[in-house]
């Protein structure tokens, strides 16, 4: 927090810089000299690119879209911290005023090889789409919209898959595993789907295909310390984690899949 | 025929499914082992003890099983943990400048490789120096155990290896549930619970051994 609310802050800045994904790469040291407390993150960045195009210099590459927290592609570690040390937000909804006048800042990309860095802060989680593309879809005929209620749904059920759904797949779960394990992002996907009707048809094919597929992409195991938890920005439990080990128990006995 | 149960056994959910059953296995033959310990405290001579040992031996093949058993447990606990350490590492190469956790992972949590293997390096003096593997200890086996126990760099030893052994449990007892499935509102504060008090009760329990015969034991050591 900002000490004396000054108009402006003095930050350093120590980014990561990458040419491309088989570079070696290593920090590079900014001053920014007149940074508002009510600047965004990410804000606080275009202050820092633009400053870099006008002297001629590469701006730094970051992943960014709705700024709103909704869409799921910032992804800074932020001082060891995915997302920086809010609780529940993402790095577009972190403000300047969280930081002290004269802090220095770390600004690191997600580290995991199933990430690997695509330049500077970007990293390419085609890793997740792939795992999705392995089972975290519902094969419906779509046709007409259906009546609304016409599949009676428990309100507790709805309200799981719900908070299950909320999962924006920005990988923060990764970043923050200390094993670099997608559980979360995987079991909130199995576990939104699986418990509503429509998804439940192929609950089994699913868990098992995307556990698969997130084994192929190389994020490590699961040791329960529910760092993903707490880093998440939309606070997904590490109960669907548990729900997904057991469907993934039951389905691999239950299925007739001999393979 | 099994490949199936290969495929699922293989998997990094299975693997964790495995290490928790494993580790819940091991926690029940902590259970049996401190139950039997106990008999150390009945009476001054040993009699109990020494009793208890005979009756375990009467069951003839049947405790060669259980100890294989038991040793195949250990076994696979052992080398799943190091095969999920190695991936884990594997995972990321290129590591954080800059690491903060965010309070959820604990020091017990964070340290179960390097616990388990002091528990690991107790159990090869424990099993194969001062008792299983000691021909003193099956002609004399209660006085073999209180000497053993109250000598001091041995006491010291085997306290040291129990609060690590609480430790590796306060992580592992808890953290086998959620692997296993086993989670719900109603329950996972009761397992916070009963992972640290089992923790605690096997630490203290066992650890109460080597200060009672180093301390207070008066039974005419060697």
């Known amino acids: 927090m900002s000490g004396a609310n000054p108009d402006t802050m003095r930050i350093t800045l120590?980014?990561?810089?990458?040419?491309?994904?088989?570079a070696a790469g290593s920090f590079k040291t900014y001053y920014l000299h007149d940074v508002s407390p009510d600047m965004?993150?990410?804000?606080?960045?275009?202050?820092?690119?633009?400053?870099?195009?006008?002297?001629?210099?590469?701006?730094?590459?970051?992943?960014?879209?709705?700024?709103?927290?909704?869409?799921?592609?910032?992804s800074l570690v932020i001082n060891g911290q995915a997302h920086g040390g809010d609780a529940g937000t993402t790095v577009c909804q972190l403000h300047m005023r969280r930081f002290a006048d004269g802090q220095t800042i770390h600004v690191e990309p997600w580290r995991?090889?199933?990430?690997?860095v695509v330049r500077d802060l970007v990293v390419?989680?085609?890793?997740?789409?792939?795992?999705?593309?392995?089972?975290?879809?519902?094969?419906?005929?779509?046709?007409?919209?259906?009546?609304?209620?016409?599949?009676?749904?428990?309100?507790?059920?709805?309200?799981?898959?719900?908070?299950?759904?909320?999962?924006?797949?920005?990988?923060?779960?990764?970043?923050?595993c200390p094993n670099s394990a997608a559980m979360l992002f995987v079991s909130a996907k199995v576990s939104h789907l699986g418990r509503l009707p429509q998804g439940k048809a192929e609950k089994d094919r699913r868990v098992v295909a995307m556990v698969?597929?997130?084994d192929a992409e190389g994020f490590g195991n699961c040791t329960n310390h529910f760092e993903c938890e707490a880093a998440c920005p939309k606070e997904i439990s590490v109960e669907n984690i548990a729900t997904m080990n057991r469907e993934f128990l039951v389905a691999s006995f239950r299925s007739r899949d001999l393979g | 025929m099994l490949r199936w149960l290969g495929n699922a056994l293989s998997s990094s959910i299975g693997k964790k499914i495995l290490m928790a059953l494993t580790g819940l296995f091991l926690v029940v033959f902590l259970a049996e082992h401190i139950l039997g310990n106990l008999t150390l405290y009945k009476d001054a001579d040993g009699t109990a003890f020494n009793d208890y040992k005979h009756t375990l031996e009467s069951f003839g093949p049947l405790l060669k099983v259980a100890e294989?058993?038991?040793?195949?447990?250990?076994?696979?606990?052992?080398?799943?943990?190091?095969?999920?350490?190695?991936?884990?590492?594997?995972?990321?190469?290129q590591k954080y400048a800059v690491r903060a956790h965010r309070g959820k992972a604990t020091a017990a949590?964070?340290?179960?490789?390097?616990?388990?293997?002091?528990?690991?390096?107790?159990?090869?003096?424990?099993?194969?120096?001062?008792f299983r593997f000691n021909s003193a200890y099956h002609e004399a086996p209660a006085a073999t155990v209180k000497e053993t126990l109250s000598k001091p760099s041995n006491a010291t030893f085997y306290v040291l290896a129990m609060a690590i052994l609480g430790l590796h449990l306060a992580h592992g007892f808890r953290s086998a549930f959620q692997?296993?499935?086993?989670?719900?509102?109603?329950l996972d504060p009761l397992l916070e619970i009963a992972g640290t008090a089992v923790a605690v009760l096997f630490a203290v329990g066992f650890a109460t051994f080597p200060i009672y015969f180093l301390f207070f034991w008066t039974g005419g050591a060697s």
């Open chain 1, 14 to 22: 120590k980014v990561w810089r990458q040419k491309d994904t088989d």
């Open chain 1, 40 to 74: 965004s993150f990410l804000e606080m960045l275009d202050v820092l690119n633009d400053r870099l195009i006008q002297t001629g210099d590469e701006p730094v590459a970051f992943d960014h879209d709705c700024r709103e927290g909704i869409c799921g592609m910032c």
């Open chain 1, 112 to 116: 995991a090889n199933a990430f690997p």
């Open chain 1, 124 to 176: 390419d989680r085609s890793a997740f789409d792939r795992i999705m593309a392995a089972g975290g879809f519902i094969s419906v005929h779509t046709g007409s919209a259906p009546d609304a209620n016409a599949i009676p749904i428990p309100q507790e059920t709805a309200e799981q898959a719900m908070d299950a759904a909320a999962c924006i797949g920005c990988g923060a779960c990764v970043a923050a």
């Open chain 1, 212 to 214: 698969q597929a997130m």
């Open chain 2, 68 to 93: 294989i058993g038991l040793f195949a447990v250990f076994a696979a606990h052992i080398v799943l943990a190091l095969k999920l350490a190695l991936e884990n590492r594997e995972a990321r190469k």
């Open chain 2, 109 to 130: 949590s964070l340290s179960m490789l390097i616990t388990g293997s002091l528990v690991l390096v107790y159990l090869f003096k424990h099993v194969v120096i001062d």
């Open chain 2, 179 to 186: 692997s296993i499935g086993a989670s719900h509102p109603k």
